[in-house]
């Protein structure tokens, strides 16, 4: 069984930093292409950051270019989102996910297979 576990939201001033960590179990995050999306309250979907061993890639929404960096160690197993200079508009439910075969666009939901159950992340002005 596939597991991804997301962890280190919380609630934050604007300015202010957090990582995330999506630790897998069942599944080898190593070598494979996982990412991160996040959900805001009305809001569609949105894929935030990826990595794509495969395509030796990072990937970044423009919106977060510069603020935030996708990780990963091997050995726990675990792929962290390091966000700094939150910004309000950054609120929303955050989302860790697996694609086995990495051959879609990295930002469409639909192509990652596993997904975690979210973590929370609120940044106030």
């Known amino acids: 069984q596939v597991l991804l576990v997301e962890s280190g939201g919380g609630s934050v001033q604007a300015g202010g930093a957090l990582r995330l960590s999506c630790a897998a179990s069942?599944?080898?995050?190593?070598?494979?292409?996982m990412a991160w999306f996040r959900q805001a309250p009305g809001k569609e979907r949105e894929g935030v950051a990826a990595?794509?061993?495969?395509?030796?890639?990072?990937y970044y929404a423009d919106s977060v270019k510069g603020r935030f960096t996708i990780s990963q160690d091997n050995a726990k197993n675990t792929v962290y989102l390091q966000m700094n200079s939150l910004k309000p508009e950054d609120t929303a439910m955050y989302y860790c996910a697996a694609d086995r075969f990495c051959g879609g666009s990295w930002y469409i939901g639909s192509n990652y297979d596993y997904w975690g159950q979210g973590t929370q992340v609120t940044v106030s002005s």
């Open positions: 069942g599944y080898t995050a190593s070598g494979n292409c």
């Open positions: 990595l794509f061993p495969q395509r030796m890639r990072t």
